[in-house]
């Protein structure tokens, strides 16, 4: 019995205590994620900007029937005066574009119920940009800003009925692989499901999936080619709900399932059921096919 060998049999109780404790923290995460059923909230403290005196809270909350609820309380504004608001990317300091319009403040208050799911509410898919809600001080006024409020995530406790956002930013590496790891954190699942495709000189593998609803699948270019991911049939891409390779570059494609151009991974969260193939536009005898139950 040589020496080595014996080294490892002394440390395999340690590495049996350090797999258990791994299974406890992993299954004590478990229990404690969101239930879909018990309507999620996420609140955004919302500063001043511009010395305007005003501040509040917004506050999304899922609703059972899928839509998405946004109550706004803003204290400091003139007696009916309406404030335009919205939810845009970049940060309080550079605003980008609109991603979401809301109902403007009037008298303190704003409630806008929106038609789609919390998580597409609260952050952007295929986006790694930050998302943040913006009051302006009138539509006369639109480009004097008042108050404003990031929306962080990921969404970490699930205990009370509030939950409390936590910005994952400062905590990962900086670079190109930390964006990816936000925006997939990004994602509010029940549990954070993710798969992954990857495309390479035979092709995708797997070539066939099958995944649950809200599953995000992320297809990675290992090949020697270029990689295009688009739903069949190519080149119209219009297999997909909503998608069609006309609307590409327009304000839809967060909800296509279509890459839109040429890139070294594409992530794309699949909310529709059904039986969903797809081809490498660049190359559409490359094939691939997501079965969403
Ligand atoms: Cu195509």
Redesign the pocket.
């Known amino acids: 019995m040589n020496k080595n060998y014996k080294k490892g049999v002394a440390f395999l109780p340690i590495i049996v205590v350090i797999a258990l404790i791994i299974a406890g923290i992993f299954l004590f995460t478990k229990s404690d994620m969101p239930n879909e059923e018990e309507g999620r909230i996420l609140e955004v403290a919302l500063s001043q900007q511009n010395n305007s005196g005003q501040e509040g809270t917004v506050t999304i909350t899922e609703e059972t029937d899928e839509t998405t609820k946004v109550l706004v309380t803003l204290s400091g504004g003139k007696e009916g005066v309406s404030q335009p608001m919205h939810i845009h990317e970049g940060n309080c300091e550079a605003p980008g574009a609109v991603y979401i319009a809301l109902n403007d403040i009037v008298n303190g208050t704003s409630e806008t119920i929106l038609q789609q799911y919390f998580d597409s509410v609260v952050s952007k898919e295929n986006s790694t940009s930050t998302l943040i809600i913006n009051v302006h001080k009138s539509k006369e006024e639109i480009s004097n800003y008042t108050a404003c409020g990031a929306i962080e995530l990921p969404i970490i406790t699930s205990g009370d009925d509030v939950l409390e956002g936590s910005a994952v930013h400062d905590v990962e590496d900086p670079g190109k692989e930390s964006d990816e790891i936000v925006k997939d954190e990004g994602v509010l699942q029940e549990e954070v499901q993710e798969v992954a495709v990857e495309y390479g000189d035979a092709g995708f593998s797997p070539k066939r999936i099958e995944i649950t609803k809200g599953t995000t699948v992320t297809f990675t270019n290992k090949s020697a080619r270029d990689m295009?991911v688009?739903t069949?049939?190519?080149?119209?891409?219009t297999g997909y709900p909503n998608s069609s390779?006309e609307k590409c570059g327009g304000s839809e494609v967060s909800s296509m399932f279509d890459q839109c151009g040429q890139g070294s991974s594409f992530s794309f969260t699949f909310k529709e059921l059904g039986t969903w193939s797809y081809?490498?536009?660049?190359r559409?005898g490359d094939k691939g096919t997501i079965v969403v139950k």
């Open positions: 295009w688009a069949d049939p190519h080149p119209a891409h390779r081809h490498n536009h660049l559409s």
